[in-house]
């Protein structure tokens, strides 16, 4: 394996998950599937409904035949029970796509922005603000560069249909609210100095 590797959607998501649990022992498919339901993971995801335990045990195959999991088992009320555990490695993976899909958010829809954006909190504090002050400026830079099309276009016709000018004022009204979401994102988190918790809140 390299640090180049792929890291797909739905082994992103599952990857996330366990590193939650890195410093608890590991995690099982139960466990996995049990978060997934209480965060409503299969509605702000794209891992899908069918989602099933059966999905979920060949993507921890995948992940571990890719080295990025590990996996030992344990004895519990008679029964073996098998746990997962990030590699350093996948550890590396997890934290490169997490930093990758966010400092190259241009404001259009990303399956994985959500699901970086949840797991934010691996990075360090200035990988944090170096990932969302480019996001920032890149969707600064094309709302202006909208905003410019649009100008241009009414001073060059005296009547446009909303059909034609609404193509532009629509996005332009998103990328304004994704301006307003990361200058609040990187106050929040110089404030709190990368760290993300409810102790930090108090």
């Not at 999991?69 to 519990?76: A, L, T």
């Not at 997490?98 to 958010?105: G, Q």
């Not at 909208?146 to 996005?171: A, W």
Request: hydrophobic fraction near 35%.
């Amino acid at each position: 394996m390299t640090e180049n590797y792929a890291l797909k959607h739905r082994a992103f998501v599952i990857l996330g998950l366990i590193s939650e649990k890195m410093h608890e022992g590991g995690c099982h498919a139960y466990d996995i599937n049990k978060r997934i339901e209480e965060r409503g993971m299969r509605d702000w995801t794209n891992i899908g409904v069918d989602f099933s335990f059966s999905t979920i045990y060949r993507t921890l195959d995948r992940l571990e035949n890719d080295e990025l999991v590990e996996s030992f088992e344990e004895e519990i009320d008679n029964r073996t029970r098998k746990n997962y555990k990030i590699t350093e490695f996948g550890y590396n993976i997890l934290k490169k796509k997490v930093y990758n899909v966010l400092y190259n958010y241009i404001g259009k829809k990303d399956e994985d922005f959500y699901v970086a954006f949840s797991m934010f909190p691996i990075l360090t504090l200035e990988e944090q603000i170096e990932a969302f002050s480019h996001a920032l400026e890149t969707i600064k830079t094309h709302r202006i560069e909208l905003r410019n099309m649009l100008d241009e276009m009414l001073s060059d016709f005296s009547k446009i249909p909303i059909n034609v000018t609404g193509l532009f004022i629509h996005p332009i009204k998103i990328l304004e609210t994704d301006e307003e979401f990361f200058e609040m994102i990187l106050e929040e988190i110089k404030k709190f100095g990368g760290k993300i918790g409810l102790d930090d809140y108090n």
